[in-house]
C-alpha cells in the first residue's frame, strides 16, 4: 500500500527546535522530490520546502528559510525537515508530499496524513 | 509571487448536484494548475493535475479546464463522499495554494 507516514510533532515553546521525518513505502522514493506543505488552524495550504531527488536543488518559502531545513536519506527512503527558532506562526499541521518528477517543480501526487506542530508556551 | 483566488469559499450543495469551483491567477500560469481534496485526518488527495488531467483513481465525474488565468474545477454529480474542502494549487512559478472552497450539504 502507498504511503507516506510523517512523525516528529508535538508541542514545543517559542524558540525551540523539533525535527519532523517522513516515511515512505509503497511508492518510489528515491527518483522523486519531495515537499513539506503545512496548514495553520483555520487556514489554508501553504508550501514550505522542496528536495529534488538526490538533495542538489533545495528551495524553501519566505516564511521559513534561515530557520528550517530539509533533507532525505534515500537509503532509508525517509525525507526530514528542521525546524529551529520556532514561532507561534509554525503552528500547523506539517504534510510531506511527492513530485511526479525528480526536479521538484511540479504538484503533488502523493500526500502523507500530516503531523501536528504547535508551538506555545 | 502568483497569487491564487478560488470562490466561492464555501458551497452548499445536495447529493446530484453539478457543482464548480472557480480557481483565477493574478498572471498567466498557462496549464500548470493542479486540483486537491481535503478532508479531515486524512491525506490530501490529488484529482487534476495541468489543468484538466484527471489523476489515476479519481472518479470521472471530477473534471478541470481552463488556461492562463482562470480555471474550474467541476464535479458532474455530487457525491456523499465528495463534501470536501477543495484547494487549486499553480505550479508555473514555484507554488502557491488558493485559499479553499468548502463544499457542505445543503
Known amino acids: 500500500q502507498a504511503q507516506l507516514v510523517e512523525s516528529g510533532g508535538g508541542a514545543v515553546q517559542p524558540g525551540r527546535s523539533l525535527r519532523l521525518s517522513c516515511a515512505a513505502s509503497g511508492i518510489t522514493f528515491s527518483s522523486h522530490a519531495m515537499h513539506w506543505v503545512r496548514q495553520a488552524p483555520g487556514e489554508g495550504l501553504e508550501w514550505v520546502a522542496v528536495i529534488s531527488y538526490d538533495g542538489s536543488y533545495i528551495y524553501y518559502a519566505d516564511s521559513v528559510k534561515g530557520r528550517f531545513t530539509i533533507s532525505r536519506d534515500n537509503s532509508k527512503n525517509t525525507m526530514y525537515l528542521q525546524m529551529n527558532s520556532l514561532r507561534a506562526e509554525d503552528t500547523a499541521v506539517y504534510y510531506c508530499?511527492?513530485?511526479?518528477?525528480?526536479?521538484?517543480?511540479?504538484?503533488?501526487?502523493?500526500w502523507g496524513q500530516g503531523t501536528l506542530v504547535t508551538v506555545s508556551s | 509571487d502568483i497569487q491564487m483566488t478560488q470562490s466561492p469559499s464555501t458551497l452548499s450543495a445536495s447529493v446530484g448536484d453539478r457543482v464548480t469551483i472557480t480557481c483565477r491567477a493574478s498572471q498567466s500560469i498557462g496549464r500548470w494548475l493542479a486540483w486537491y481534496q481535503l478532508k479531515p485526518g486524512k491525506a490530501p488527495k490529488l484529482l487534476i493535475y495541468d489543468a484538466s488531467r484527471l489523476e489515476s483513481g479519481v472518479p470521472l465525474r471530477f473534471s478541470g479546464s481552463g488556461s492562463g488565468t482562470e480555471f474550474t474545477l467541476t464535479i458532474s454529480s455530487l457525491q456523499p463522499d465528495d463534501f470536501a474542502t477543495y484547494y487549486c494549487q499553480q505550479y508555473n512559478t514555484y507554488r502557491t495554494f488558493g485559499q479553499g472552497t468548502k463544499v457542505e450539504i445543503k
Open positions: 508530499a511527492r513530485d511526479p518528477a525528480g526536479s521538484g517543480y511540479y504538484y503533488f501526487d502523493y
